[in-house]
């Protein structure tokens, strides 16, 4: 399949056009490639928290700032495996683990690789975030089962540098390489609202168009300000930006799964409306992200009946009921 070759001008060309030609575009195409109505929902579990040697600037997690987090070790499969449960009965269809490293080491990965396998049986999809990965370790999660690996390149190349310094957009791509080489699915995206600009978010997703493969699964995180990192003070991103933003991913990625990520707790519902409006069509469900709020189901739930769209939490209770008769 030929894919449309996008550059700077006519993505900025796209936002240049009225609103509403936008949204317009970007729902249309949307509608193309999905069912308009239909949100999926995904889990996250934080299987190692805090103490992460990189120095991401908008971390939680990172030792290098004080946030006050609580650094805990590597969850047992049991922890694991009671969330996942939990999280098929809510109706998520993706369980992603996220790990603070920097990258795993050889100890911990076998571990990760009986998690995914125990989460798979419960008939969920895997997905794992565990830093940077070297060659053997794509392959090795690949063959312990793993469906898709997060890695975001978080903002464009030129941004980078002003967020973190402990490691290079380089590493970044180089490990999505081995992701996509081991034949696992990418899951790669962004943060907007860290103080870049418009051309940052449009190069960021320029790069995203130019991998081999565009990424199945595309989250965009809205900076969650966290106290004691230094973007803390940040301030916050105009709501129509976000909006846009998600436009122009779904025109330049019809068939990707867009998620709307991080920093839904601060968003109103119309704003969430018009991004899923835009096309995104993926959430996290929870109260918690890895260590940061998240809406609760029930606002999520409330939120999507007011739009008159399928609650997946209501389509799983009815398949048990009918696979029960
Ligand atoms: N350590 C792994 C890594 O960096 O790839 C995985 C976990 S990391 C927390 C996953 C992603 O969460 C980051 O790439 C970033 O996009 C997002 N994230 C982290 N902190 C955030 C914050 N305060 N606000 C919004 N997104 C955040
Ligand atoms: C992604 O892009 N966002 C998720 C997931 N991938 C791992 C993580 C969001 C983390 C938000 C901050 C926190 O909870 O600590
Ligand atoms: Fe570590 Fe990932 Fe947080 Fe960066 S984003 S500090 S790599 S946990």
Redesign the pocket.
Known sequence: MTQTQWNEEALLALLDQPFFELIYQASSVHRQHFKYEEMEFCTLSNIKTGS?P???A??P??AHYKTGLKKEKLSSLDTVLNEARLAKQNGAKRFCMGA???KPNARDLPQVVEMIQGVKALGLETCVTL?LLEKEDAQALKEGGLDFYNHNLDTSAEFYPSI?STRTYEDRLNTLKHVMDAGLQVCCGGIVGMGETRLDRIRMLLTLSQLPQPPKSIPINQLIPIEGTPLADTPPLDPFELIKTIALTRIVFPSSIIRLSAGRENMSDETQAWCFMAGANSIWIGDRLLTAKNPGLDRDVQLLEKLNMKIPVRENVTQHAAQET
């Open positions: 992460c990189e120095d991401c908008y971390c997690q990172s603070a490293w920097r830093g973190i």
